[in-house]
């Protein structure tokens, strides 16, 4: 089956501590995204990347890194200098970076600060 | 920059009742618009999607009309269900960070039997 996949779907991260949420997609796009979500706020663009190699902060970029050295791969990394990083992240894919294209997500990483 | 305004929840329904969630967006360019469905604890599904003036996107009893004249893109059902309970997020394409979605804060729908 084609889809998106993350892991973990949960996880926990101590104060000081850099973790790693992983994304993978199997549906041959070329553009990824990832998103975070808190509650009762939408989505807020986090990263994207429109080709391998390359990548674009989004609009919350502060604290956070990612790669995309593989086509179907884009880990983001949460990094100690991200100040409150409990919250609901996405990933999500789409064939090419174009006005009309759809976005697919995947099933998301719910990551709390202990 | 661009912006997704949309109606505030939660939303109670009874089944079989008409509903409506209203979307307005602020864009600079022509964006594409979409409407995306959320389940407890699981990542966004694509609903619908219009991709220029006066298109209306259908799915599963939904639709939404792309109005360009007054920057709107209601979300409308004629009977919801009660698996039609859901969180529901209108979004546009954002030209200025390689279409990324932009969305708003998400409508809570919960449908009665």
């Known amino acids: 089956d084609g889809g998106i996949t993350q892991s973990p779907k949960y996880l926990f991260r101590k104060e000081g501590q850099n973790v790693t949420l992983s994304c993978e997609q199997n549906?041959?796009?070329?553009?990824m995204y990832w998103y975070r979500q808190d509650p009762g706020q939408g989505l807020r663009l986090i990263y994207y990347s429109q080709i391998v190699n390359d990548f674009q902060k989004g609009d919350i970029a502060e604290g956070y890194s990612v790669s995309r050295e593989k086509k179907e791969s884009f880990p983001l990394t949460v990094t100690s200098a991200q100040k409150n990083p409990t919250a609901f992240y996405l990933c999500?894919?789409?064939?090419?970076?174009?006005?009309?294209?759809?976005?697919?997500f995947g099933p998301g990483t719910r990551l709390t600060v202990l | 920059g661009d912006s997704v305004t949309q109606m505030e929840g939660p939303v109670t329904l009874s089944e079989e009742a008409f509903l409506t969630i209203n979307c307005t967006y602020t864009a600079t360019g022509y964006p594409s618009l979409f409407w995306y469905v959320q389940y407890p604890g699981e990542g966004l599904q694509l609903l619908l999607k219009a991709t220029k003036a006066d298109d209306k996107g259908s799915n599963k009893g939904f639709e939404a009309t792309y109005r360009k004249e007054t920057t709107s893109f209601h979300l409308e059902k004629g009977s919801v269900q009660v698996s039609d309970s859901a969180v529901y997020f209108c979004?546009?394409?954002?030209?200025?960070?390689?279409?990324?979605?932009?969305f708003g804060k998400g409508t809570s729908l919960l449908v009665t039997p």
């Open positions: 979004a546009l394409s954002d030209s200025n960070s390689g279409y990324a979605l932009n």
């Open positions: 999500a894919s789409s064939t090419i970076t174009a006005r009309t294209d759809t976005q697919y």
């Open positions: 549906l041959n796009h070329d553009a």
